[in-house]
């Protein structure tokens, strides 16, 4: 007997998360303070910073908004987001965070998951600088709904030189981190899978839900690429004379 691909579709399909989910196990009260350079950077010594980091979309969901940074880590083109604080969500970091960095309100149900990755940074900008710093970033997907939102994307020139729309080709195929590449391939993906999803649930045919599954394989495979290319990057700031490459693995 035949399983109808339908039922593989599903295997496929729970293997994503539909969140990042926080569970908080009794009353957690955050106490976060100020900590001065000092002590902060005792801190980046010692402890893996959460990240909320997010792949910004135009209307037509084209384009990625993308910011190149001219302070430490990564002087280049990154991703939007940065540090959760103690009790939040990952959403509500990126929440914060879009509000702070673009004066965005984005409602929590538009944050899309795409991955999650683990950085590890030579320099940073505190104090000893050379004892760079480490990050585990959940990244998410947030596709602007009006031309309205598309005119408060600025961002702050004290940290950021550049900024431009760029399609997926562009960062696939450019000169970008292999973290901005991976990220852009699990959202190409998982853009794949949503469409495998729509066919099973409208009833559509196991011709075309194949379709999409190789076209889902194809994609996936494609981001295991990316790992395998990651020496090819080369970081070149200008702006702080820092030249480095990166190595990425599993």
């Given amino acids: ?13 729970i293997m994503f998360q539909s969140g990042i989910p926080l569970h908080e196990t009794g009353t957690f009260t955050s106490r976060r303070t100020f900590l001065p350079d000092d002590e902060y950077g005792v801190a980046l010594d010692n402890l893996v910073k959460g990240c909320s980091d997010i792949l910004l979309l135009n209307p037509a969901g084209t384009h990625i908004f993308t910011g190149k940074r001219c302070v430490q880590p990564q002087p280049d083109w990154w991703f939007m987001g940065g540090r959760m604080f103690p009790g939040e969500t990952p959403v509500q970091s990126g929440q914060r965070l879009l ?3 673009l004066g965005l309100d984005v409602e929590s149900s538009r944050f899309k998951a795409v991955c999650a990755q683990a950085f590890a940074f ?37 940290e950021y030189c550049d900024a431009e729309w ?18 852009m391939g699990c959202m190409l993906a998982g853009e794949t899978l949503e469409k495998m999803q729509g066919c099973e649930e409208s009833g559509g045919s196991d011709a075309d ?10 994609r996936r495979k494609a981001v295991d690429e990316t790992m395998k290319k990651a020496s090819d990057y080369k970081l070149d700031s200008k702006e702080l004379d820092y030249q480095t490459t990166v190595k990425s693995r599993y």
């Fill in 166 to 183: 760029k399609t997926p080709e562009e960062i696939l195929q450019g000169n970008y981190h292999p973290a901005l590449k991976y990220a």
């Fill in 1 to 13: 007997i035949s399983t109808p691909l339908s039922f593989y579709c599903g295997i496929i399909i």
């Fill in 209 to 218: 839900i194949a379709k999409l599954s190789r076209e889902f394989l194809k």
């Fill in 99 to 101: 509000k702070r960095e």
């Fill in 122 to 158: 030579g320099m940073r900008e505190q104090s000893p600088r050379e004892h760079g710093t480490t990050d585990a970033q959940f990244c998410f997907k947030v596709r602007l709904e009006s031309e309205e939102e598309v005119q408060k994307v600025v961002l702050d020139p004290n």
